[in-house]
């Protein structure tokens, strides 16, 4: 009896090559593979900074019901800024109310030659007080939501002070909306934010 173990032969199935094709090679049967299609996304029409996203839960008789509240920051780089909230029980619902509200609170504010602010303005939000003030070519020089802010508006050679008693960003973001909306030119046709309560004149009463 032979023992001796025969070789293998080389068989059409021991050829195979598992190897992946490439997009664009020709195939088996002649046809040859479609590259696939690049979907190139439009360019958004103002630059957005996320200010701050949470989840909301409710308790209700059903049980619990989670939303979304989103912040948005929006701006061109030129000058304008906005700011905008909105809440959906979808991330993308609630990102797209923010900015529709932002672009409804978008103003644009009165800038210098060099990008920067004729003076010093300061205003306060809550427990957040801000303060923006030229620095004649020392750059940008801020910190929190209130950079991202200025960012967004294009301000250069500008120092901000954030004086807040709070970590909430989205207060911070609307103590520097309201900051920058002092320096609102006069020919923007923008209505006042809901950010910023409108004051009641006063009646003397003789």
Known sequence: MDTTAKPKTNTPNNNRSFSKPTYGAKREGGDNRRSRPSFDRPKPEFDQKMVSIR????????GRRMTFAVAIAIGDKKGSVGLGTGKGGDTAIAIAKALRQAKKNMFKIKTTKEMSIPHEV???????KLSIMPN????????STVRDML????IKNVTAKLHSGTKNKLNNARAAYKTLYILKEKTSAVK???????ETPKVEVK
């Open 122 to 128: 300061s205003a306060k939000f809550g427990s957040a």
């Open 55 to 62: 989840r909301v839960t409710r308790v209700v008789a059903g």
């Open 192 to 198: 006042v934010s809901a950010f910023i309560p409108e």
């Open 136 to 143: 004649r070519g020392k750059g940008l020089v801020s910190g």
């Open 151 to 154: 960012v967004l508006a294009g």
